[in-house]
């Protein structure tokens, strides 16, 4: 089945960039949607078709997807940015096709 | 606005099947645009697809669960429900239900799921 890797966790300070990868074989002729989860809460799109976002993200937050990854980049970070991400792309590779969650990578604003 | 809940046991013992229901407010099940799907989390770890179905019935489930799960829908409640039989101390985790597009052809892989319940969390032990 198809496999999707994260990063574990990336740091970053306040106002600076974080930069998630989302690493897959192929992964940039898939469609890349990533998620925000903070604690104790249900999970949020913030970025889906590898780019686009829904309505109330902030455009500090932009992905792109291509060759063997995805990222998903976060631009001047506030402390609210605190949280876990999820990449999620829908693996039609067999006659059984599925959507897959990669790992999650915990995002700690230093 | 739409909103979704989940409902069931909280604690379920091993080897019974667990039960849960999402009922969707602010919005038609019937709608032709989606598919509605459950995920789970267990505590600690990432988030785990289960399968999705759509108003007319048509299911996909993830193949490393699907000799164990049954999603159906009862569109005259506005709800879809979530079995899952044998389970195990492995199968605690927080429940979800979210929202993702589709139509009778099958589901638009290149939309996300935009809309989630808040979940439920579900233990398994005696």
């Known amino acids: 089945s198809y496999v999707l890797t994260q990063p574990p966790s990336v740091s970053v300070a306040p106002g600076k960039t974080a930069r998630i990868t989302c690493g897959g074989n192929?992964?940039?002729?898939?469609?890349v949607h990533w998620y925000q989860q903070k604690p104790g809460q249900a999970p949020v799109l913030v970025i889906y078709?590898?780019?686009d976002r829904p309505s109330g993200i902030p455009e500090r937050f932009s992905g792109s997807n291509s060759g063997n990854t995805a990222t998903l980049t976060i631009s001047r970070v506030e402390a609210g940015d605190e949280a876990d991400y999820y990449c999620?792309?829908?693996?039609?590779?067999?006659?059984?096709?599925?959507?897959?969650f990669g790992g999650g990578t915990k995002l700690t604003v230093l | 606005q739409l909103q979704l809940q989940e409902s069931g046991p909280g604690l379920v013992k091993p080897s019974e099947t667990l039960s849960l229901t999402c009922t969707v407010s602010?919005?038609?099940?019937?709608?032709?645009?989606?598919?509605w799907g459950w995920i789970r989390q267990p505590p600690g770890k990432g988030l785990e697809w289960i399968g999705s179905?759509?108003?007319?019935?048509?299911?996909y489930y993830n193949p490393s669960l699907k000799s164990r799960v049954t999603i159906s829908v009862d569109t005259s409640k506005n709800q879809f429900s979530l079995k899952l039989s044998s389970v195990t101390a492995a199968d605690t985790a927080v429940y979800y239900c979210?929202?993702?597009?589709?139509?009778?052809?099958?589901?638009?892989?290149?939309?996300?799921?935009?809309?989630w319940g808040q979940g439920t969390t579900v233990t398994v032990s005696s």
């Open positions: 602010g919005g038609s099940i019937s709608s032709s645009s989606y598919y």
């Open positions: 999620q792309v829908w693996d039609s590779s067999s006659d059984h096709p599925f959507w897959v």
């Open positions: 192929n992964i940039g002729s898939k469609s």
């Open positions: 979210a929202r993702h597009q589709g139509s009778g052809g099958g589901i638009y892989y290149y939309y996300g799921m935009d809309v």
């Open positions: 078709y590898d780019s």
């Open positions: 179905i759509y108003y007319s019935g048509s299911t």
